[in-house]
């Protein structure tokens, strides 16, 4: 944790960087066209002026126990944001009293400021800023609005964006018409891993506004205030981080009306920007990635990402604070079935049994072609080929029925089906049944009704059970131990390409890329899905989940192997080959490559547009609820799933219970350090007598030769012990230790080094060393000729020098973690990071870790080349390297690395460049000048 002045400085490098990306497009020019409604004020001016806050004693109170260094925005909502002054704290805790909270909590500041009555009750037509759901495109003759099919971006006219976009805008505030009061608005979940409702009713418009600023469509903010604010939601990271909702936010009509701001705002744009010129509609536009407009088709999906999530957040909320809109498409009809019960179900009566079915293995191409005439998010890009032998996959997802017996049976009390992290989220959030289910009857009776998104139903024994990843995982165990597998392995869930694979033939990934058609959502509006030879619960079909016979099985027997509700998965979320991010949105994707975020597939009954696509790639953490179940599968071999790699993640990583039982199953090839060749390169580097006994030299001699940047992991090493850290425990870490010399240097100096390093095979090289073995790589010399040479220590590294160091695979963004929870970890007098910072995709959590592990005296020597790139680190977490926004002024990394150390309780004593070279080819090598700097703790 950084304190608040550092905070306040990367509060502020935060918001350059929103303005960053919100500015022109680093690949195109700023356009100079913009819409022609009226100028929108800033927030301080026009319809949306506000007084400088006059806080309630008790909002002040409130807000006083919130931690102000992790709250940047709730400063600046704070002085935004006025209050009548006649609301007392007793007002808020009576309003509160009906669901027994009778003490103040510091987001109940946002209540009672008008806008409570408007919000209880039904909606009136009033309510939609756009068309309202019985005028909107998509509704039926019934009065049911419901999703039209993907756009087909070949074939884009003016009337058929706006339609899609009317169709979006009114679905997402239809849903938003079911939250009763303003309190459901202000409310954090009940997990408190997401931003209340009034972020995500703020949010989607925000989207379009920024995103349509970065592809030039738009010259200028809607409301600069409220694109700051409602811009970055938030990843649902630790399960126990509960600090991301004490702020004091706009009120719903104030939101309500930059709604309707944006809304004009868009349709404008639809109407005239000149990219759409259809020709009054007789020449459609072809829209593709490198079109301005693919932003908005991105607002459009982004839109239904949260039309979805949010419905979600609806079903975690309190019954008493939600409503079914009108006009919203209804529950499926096996609700309605007299004959449920809510206890003892019976298979075969209640709910049906569940055969594992044979399937011959094949290979299976994933990917989505760049020319494929729909929207796309960057991940869907690329392509693998994967492997997929013989297996077996349950006829359809786990019931509530089959799920019931792992209840009754005492599966969440026992720890053994569990991952060390899924039993911790468990015992976290107490549970003992899924969240959806309502106890309906005595403690111990195990009768269970339902939770839908607006309503609270019988219990459906035969729908699939809605469960987090941990949870499916236990039931695996449970199962496996309880009625065994079809094959020597345990149950396990589905892969990513095996889903293909029991997919409807007519429907999946070949078929889809040989016909667009096959795509259904390209040509099926939610009104049609549910019917037809392939019909399916998908396009906001019905509002709820479906018995899980309901509908047609594919050709291999399997049911629902679209929609219903999403597949859990044993990949992580992971980049296909070539992939790429897209300008307009360069962060969407690749801070979830991170081996924390498992794959979801299929789509649930509210999954729309893009999601509902065959092509389409989501993923969310593993203790994360969404409209998500899991079929059983069994295999003699290993998943054929993409694991990018083992690491601790406390609390975080999904099938981290493999990992820590060394599987080491994830494809080398996703990991970027884990090369053959990489590992030679940093041989050479950290070793450079390597090849002294083959008469190979480092650097091919020449006059000038850069002889002096060699030994750079060395020198760092001698840096650090030559600014004299102060000896308390005699202990030093090496974070990104490679393949081990610098922390050999190290350990010539200090008792004991811990050295870690992300990747695998480095630090497996590194045990080898240290072990005795003699250890060969390959130096390339030209072409394809290289030699073979051996690994030589640096004179003064012997055998009981290398014991000293203790390695170990490792995340520098867990530093944290590490110190908290790690066994044997500790804290030290010397620290290195040696060419790592700006390789990190969080530099800041390496950073803030650095007063927990520091003795007091002790030092830190960090090395630099500040080498900014998005495929390490997001760009929103770079410490410089760009221009403020407004003033132009370059922002440098040092300078802001200086401020971050010195609020952290470090005192800047040593400077200098430090060359290294890295051989390409006798010929070849690479020069870089990195910055060192030396930091002793206070």
Request: hydrophobic share 35%; aromatic share 12%.
């Amino acid at each position: 944790m950084i304190n608040a002045a550092v905070f306040n400085r990367s509060a502020s490098l935060s918001v350059r960087m929103m303005a960053n990306t919100i500015g022109p497009s680093r690949r195109h020019p700023m356009r100079l066209w913009s819409t022609t409604t009226r100028q929108h004020p800033l927030p301080i001016a026009g319809k949306y002026t506000v007084h400088r806050t006059i806080l309630r004693e008790n909002a002040s109170a409130a807000l006083a126990t919130t931690n102000v260094s992790r709250r940047f925005k709730s400063s600046g909502a704070a002085s935004a944001y006025a209050y009548d002054d006649d609301t007392t704290s007793s007002t808020t805790t009576s309003h509160m009293s009906d669901l027994g909270r009778t003490r103040q909590e510091a987001w109940m500041v946002n209540l009672n400021r008008g806008d409570n009555e408007w919000l209880t009750g039904p909606r009136t037509e009033d309510w939609y800023t756009g068309k309202s759901p019985k005028h909107c495109p998509g509704v039926d003759s019934h009065g049911v609005l419901r999703s039209l099919p993907l756009p087909n971006l070949s074939n884009v006219t003016r009337q058929a964006a706006l339609e899609y976009f009317d169709n979006s805008w009114t679905l997402f505030e239809m849903l938003f018409a079911g939250l009763k009061g303003d309190e459901p608005f202000y409310r954090p979940p009940v997990h408190g891993l997401r931003h209340p409702q009034i972020f995500y009713y703020g949010h989607t418009p925000c989207l379009y506004i920024n995103k349509l600023r970065v592809a030039g469509v738009l010259e200028k903010p809607v409301n600069a205030y409220f694109e700051s604010i409602f811009e970055v939601g938030v990843d649902e990271m630790l399960w126990d981080d509960m600090h991301k909702n004490d702020m004091v936010w706009p009120t719903v009509s104030e939101v309500y009306e930059y709604r309707k701001d944006v809304y004009d705002t868009i349709v404008d744009a639809i109407k005239t920007h000149p990219s759409l010129d259809d020709k009054g509609g007789v020449e459609p536009v072809t829209v593709n990635q490198d079109h301005p407009m693919w932003a908005l088709f991105m607002g459009f999906e982004h839109e239904r990402i949260h039309l979805e999530t949010s419905s979600v957040l609806f079903r975690e909320t309190p019954i008493e604070l939600v409503q079914t809109p009108a006009h919203f498409p209804t529950l499926h009809p096996s609700v309605y079935d007299s004959t449920s019960k809510a206890t003892q179900p019976v298979e075969g009566e209640d709910f049906p049994a569940n055969q594992m079915i044979a399937l011959k293995g094949k290979d299976v191409k994933l990917g989505k072609p760049l020319d494929f005439p729909s929207y796309g998010w960057d991940n869907e890009y690329g392509e693998r080929t994967m492997n997929v032998p013989d297996f077996y996959a349950s006829e359809h997802m786990v019931t509530n029925g089959e799920f019931w017996q792992f209840v009754a049976d005492g599966g969440y009390r026992n720890k053994k089906y569990w991952c060390e992290d899924g039993w911790a989220w468990r015992t976290h959030r107490n549970l003992k049944w899924p969240f959806f289910w309502k106890q309906v009857g005595p403690a111990g009776s195990h009768e269970y009704g339902l939770r839908t998104i607006f309503e609270e139903i019988p219990m459906r024994w035969d729908w699939p059970v809605d469960v987090t990843y941990y949870e499916s995982k236990a039931f695996c165990k449970y199962k496996s131990e309880k009625d065994g597998s079809p094959t020597s392995k345990p149950y396990r869930l589905l892969t990513e390409a095996e889903h293909q694979i029991i997919r409807h033939p007519r429907h999946n990934l070949d078929a889809a890329r040989a016909d667009v058609s096959a795509d259904k959502v390209m040509v099926t509006a939610g009104s049609e899905f549910a019917h037809g030879e392939t019909a399916a619960n998908l396009n906001m079909a019905y509002s709820s989940s479906s018995p899980v016979d309901a509908f047609p099985p594919s050709e291999s027997g399997h049911r629902d192997t679209i929609g219903n509700n999403w597949e859990w998965t044993e990949d992580h979320f992971n980049p296909l080959k070539n992939f790429e991010v897209h300008h307009v949105y360069d962060d969407f994707s690749t801070p979830c490559f991170d081996g924390k975020h498992s794959m979801i597939v299929g789509g649930s009954f509210m999954s729309t547009g893009d999601e509902a696509s065959v092509f389409a790639r989501f993923h969310f953490r593993p203790h994360f609820l969404q409209h998500s179940g899991f079929r059983l599968v069994a295999s003699e071999e290993d998943a054929p799933a993409t694991q990018l790699f083992p690491g601790s993640f406390a609390g975080q990583a999904a099938a981290r219970d493999d990992a820590e039982e060394g599987d080491d199953s994830q494809s080398s090839e996703d990991n970027v350090y884990e090369s053959e060749d990489l590992l030679a390169m940093y041989l050479g580097l950290h070793f450079p007598l390597s090849g002294s006994k083959e008469n190979v030299n480092p650097i091919m001699q020449h006059e000038h030769a850069p002889t002096h940047g060699l030994r750079f992991p060395q020198r760092v090493a001698e840096l650090l012990c030559k600014l004299e850290p102060e000896r308390t425990n005699n202990r030093a870490l090496d974070v990104g230790c490679a393949v081990g010399g610098s922390s050999f240097e190290l350990a010539r100096s200090f008792q004991h080094v811990e050295a870690f390093d992300f990747s695998h095979s480095f630090v497996e090289a590194a045990k080898r060393i240290q072990s005795g073995e003699a250890l060969s790589f390959r130096i390339p010399v030209e072409g394809e000729i290289s030699e073979e040479v051996s690994v030589v220590n640096e004179p003064g590294v012997d055998s009981d020098v290398m014991k000293r160091v203790n390695f170990f695979q490792g995340d520098a963004c867990a530093l944290s973690e590490y110190a908290n929870s790690k066994e044997g970890f500790g804290t030290f007098d010397a620290v290195m990071l040696s060419n790592l910072l700006c390789r990190l995709p969080d530099p800041m959590a390496a950073l803030n870790a650095m007063p927990k592990i520091v003795n007091k005296g002790g030092v830190v020597v960090m090395v630099t080349p500040f080498t900014w790139l998005e495929e390490f680190t997001p760009k929103s977490k770079w410490l410089g390297g760009f221009h403020d926004p407004v003033s132009q002024e370059p922002l440098y990394s040092k300078d802001n690395l200086k401020q971050i150390m010195e609020s952290l309780g470090f005192e800047k004593i040593h400077e200098e460049q430090m060359p290294l070279v890295i051989r390409e080819h006798q010929r070849k090598y690479q020069y870089i000048l990195s910055e060192a700097t030396g930091w002793r703790k206070m």
